[in-house]
């Protein structure tokens, strides 16, 4: 349904206003937002002709873009930089990483975020605003950024030895038909009606309700997954603890897996090799 009476608002309240071809090209925005229908309601809304309002059509699809300036030059707002000649400087030596925590700067162990750095800039007698920051922040070619793992740490000269090894023996073993797993213990999770990540298909205005704050159930407590991966079958398994993340929990989860799939998919293995990263309740000083 095309709203005259809001076409004939519009154009009553503009049309003194413009030039002839103004007109045109406004009736003919008109019945191009109209769609199928607008030349005619747009002729009955502000009287103007049919053959006018397809000739402004025509105009409005072949005119180029206007070129010509009509704000004059050096117009606007100065920039912050040409009326505070050190702003720019400041805000460098608050935003440079290795200025983080030394006594002598103005700005310590706070994140940086515009907000806070702008109120910093306000502190040492500038007048600016968190926009204002954003903006001069990308003149300095600073971006928000998240971390990115890189740094391997140290390396030790026998550690591409260490890996070939390991996988030497992977591949033998999976040759003779013997398992071969690799276990890790996940992040303890909340148990309860909390919020996590991820979503699922529900009716529409009806999400799951779940509580506001994270705070531990004193019922339900936590619990810690155990993952036990079979790399052959391509297949994985998870033992979920009550209790603390210990060696007996990782040993009585490794022997579950065996009971419940191991001996039933390698019923004749002699032997099984497990691969872990070393810490926690899989740390290679560990008893167990």
């Known amino acids: 349904m095309i709203d005259e009476q809001a076409i004939r608002t519009r154009y009553l309240a503009i049309k003194d206003q413009l030039t002839e071809k103004g007109r045109r090209l406004f009736v003919a925005a008109e019945k191009a937002a109209a769609g199928y229908g607008g030349t005619a309601s747009v002729c009955r809304a502000t009287g103007v002709a049919r053959s006018t309002i397809i000739r402004g059509a025509k105009e409005l699809a072949e005119a180029a873009p206007a070129t010509a300036r009509i704000r004059r030059g050096g117009a606007g707002r100065p920039l912050v930089t040409s009326t505070d000649a050190t702003v720019l400087d400041d805000l460098r030596r608050l935003v440079e990483p290795a200025t983080m925590g030394d006594p002598m700067r103005p700005l310590l162990w706070v994140s940086k975020s515009r907000e806070?750095?702008?109120?910093?800039?306000?502190?040492?007698?500038?007048?600016?605003?968190?926009n204002t920051v954003a903006t001069l922040l990308e003149t300095l070619d600073y971006s928000r950024q998240v971390n990115r793992k890189t740094r391997e740490g140290s390396h030790h000269a026998d550690r591409d030895g260490q890996f070939e090894h390991i996988n030497a023996q992977v591949a033998a073993l999976q040759e003779a038909g013997e398992p071969v797993i690799s276990v890790d213990t996940k992040k303890k999770e909340l148990i309860g009606d909390f919020k996590n990540g991820g979503s699922d298909y529900r009716a529409k205005g009806c999400p799951d309700q779940v509580r506001v704050h994270d705070f531990v159930d004193k019922d339900l407590g936590k619990v810690a997954p155990y993952g036990i991966f079979d790399i052959a079958a391509n297949a994985g398994w998870v033992s979920v603890g009550i209790d603390n993340d210990t060696a007996a929990f990782a040993v009585a989860s490794i022997g579950r897996w065996h009971d419940e799939v191991g001996c039933v998919r390698y019923p004749h293995a002699k032997r099984l090799l497990i691969t872990a990263d070393g810490g926690g309740s899989n740390g290679s000083r560990v008893r167990l």
Do not use: D, T, V, Y
């Open 116 to 130: 806070k750095l702008a109120a910093a800039l306000r502190a040492m007698g500038h007048s600016i605003c968190a």
